[in-house]
Structure formats: structure tokens, C-alpha cells
């Protein structure tokens, strides 16, 4: 079983449109947890860190269930701007903590 | 401020040469990453340093790959002797302190390999 799963999509939404991304972990005792966005022929990049509490940054809200280790992304009022593959990105407990595990993505394509 | 440079861009070669890739960190991170992203196996962490000091080479996927960081300022990921398998793109990556303890890893362009 993979470290981080994510369903690799495509995605095709309208713009407007809200649409959820889900990431499972496998290690219960990962630590940290970020989303990243990585657009067509670039880097990677932080879009936002995920915390237990739960967090916004514009139109984008990120949870996190440690339950359930489960990580979503909800975009809100999808723009073709956010056209891009949205890695679940999480952290070991413990000596390896600076190491950052990648979900291989999910694809998100906003059609005008 | 000047990101994490990497070169070369693009690197086509043929199996059996030896590719060097070199990466330039933001200046004042002290930890510093190479990974590698293929379609089948999605961003894998390959070696990472922490003042210079390699802490974790478990991704490194054989004796063909080695990594060196000099100084604080350079790193080098060689493939010898390089197999059309290792095409790939590579990222450093660098970032001031842990990433656990709330720090940025930031990405440089990648180095796109071929090996025919």
C-alpha cells in the first residue's frame, strides 16, 4: 500500500464550480500535512499546511481527520487559474520528520 | 531573492554516460533535497542533507546514484553509469530548518533527464 493515495483524477469542472480532493495516509503517526500545487512543467509549491483544527485561505479550505487519516481540499468558486495536479504532501513522526512523502497527485482541469 | 537554481534544464544523454546534475540552494537554508518525479512513481525523496551532513539516503535507488554537498552553497547528484530508466525529472529542493517545525521546502525547476 502507498505511503499517501490520492485519486489521480482528471478532475474537469466549470468554472464556478466547488470541487473536493481526498487523500488518505497510511502511517497514523505521520506529523505534518500540506497540500502543494504543481502546475504543468513546473515545481512544486506550497499551497497550504493542514492542520487538525482545520484551515481557509481564500477560496480554498483544507481538513485533516486523524481518525480516519484523511486530508481534503475544498476549492470554492473554481477558477481556470487553478488548473493544476494538487499533491497530498505528509511527514514522518520521528527522525525522519524533514522528509516529505508526495501522494502522486490529482489532476484538476477548470473549463471555461 | 534568487530561488534554488538548478542546471543543467535539460539533459539528453545515452545509456552507459555519466550524468552530473548540480543544484545551488537559497542562501542561509541549511537543509537541502533531491528528488525525482516520473509518471509511474509520482515525487520520491532520493537524499537529503542538513548542514551539508547527508541524513537520509534511503531513497537513493542504487549504487549507480551518489549525492555530495561540499559546501553550503552546491550539491551534485551523479548517475554512473546512466540507464534510459533514470529519465526522469529531478528537483532540489532547500528550506531553512525542518519542515516539521513549520519551515517551507522550496523547489528549484527541475533538471529534465533523457537517457537513450
Known amino acids: 500500500r502507498k505511503e499517501v493515495e490520492q485519486d489521480p483524477g482528471p478532475f474537469n469542472v466549470p468554472e464556478g464550480a466547488t470541487v473536493a480532493f481526498n487523500c488518505t495516509y497510511s502511517?497514523?503517526?505521520?506529523?505534518?500535512f500540506f497540500w502543494y500545487r504543481q502546475d504543468c512543467r513546473k515545481e512544486p509549491k506550497l499551497l497550504m499546511s493542514v492542520y487538525s483544527s482545520g484551515n481557509e485561505d481564500g477560496r480554498f479550505t483544507a481538513q485533516l481527520n486523524r481518525a480516519s487519516q484523511y486530508i481534503s481540499l475544498l476549492i470554492r468558486d473554481s477558477k481556470l487559474s487553478d488548473s493544476a495536479t494538487y499533491l497530498c504532501v505528509v511527514t514522518p513522526y520521528g527522525g525522519a520528520t524533514n522528509k516529505l512523502i508526495f501522494g502522486t497527485g490529482t489532476l484538476l482541469a477548470v473549463q471555461p | 531573492d534568487a530561488g534554488v537554481i538548478q542546471s543543467p534544464r535539460h539533459e539528453v544523454t545515452e545509456m552507459g554516460q555519466e550524468v552530473t546534475l548540480r543544484c545551488k540552494p537559497i542562501?542561509?537554508?541549511?537543509?537541502l533535497f533531491w528528488y525525482r518525479q516520473t509518471m509511474m512513481r509520482g515525487l520520491e525523496l532520493l537524499i537529503y542533507?542538513?548542514?551539508?551532513?547527508?541524513?537520509?539516503d534511503s531513497g537513493m535507488p542504487e549504487d549507480r546514484f551518489s549525492a555530495k554537498m561540499p559546501n553550503a552553497s552546491f550539491s551534485t547528484l551523479k548517475i554512473q553509469p546512466s540507464e534510459p530508466r533514470d529519465s526522469a525529472v529531478y528537483f532540489c529542493a532547500s528550506s531553512l530548518g525542518g519542515v516539521n517545525s513549520g519551515n517551507t521546502i522550496y523547489f528549484g525547476e527541475g533538471s529534465w533527464l533523457t537517457v537513450v
Open positions: 502511517n497514523s503517526a505521520s506529523q505534518s
Open positions: 542533507f542538513n548542514n551539508n551532513v547527508p541524513i537520509d
Open positions: 542562501s542561509g537554508h541549511d537543509y
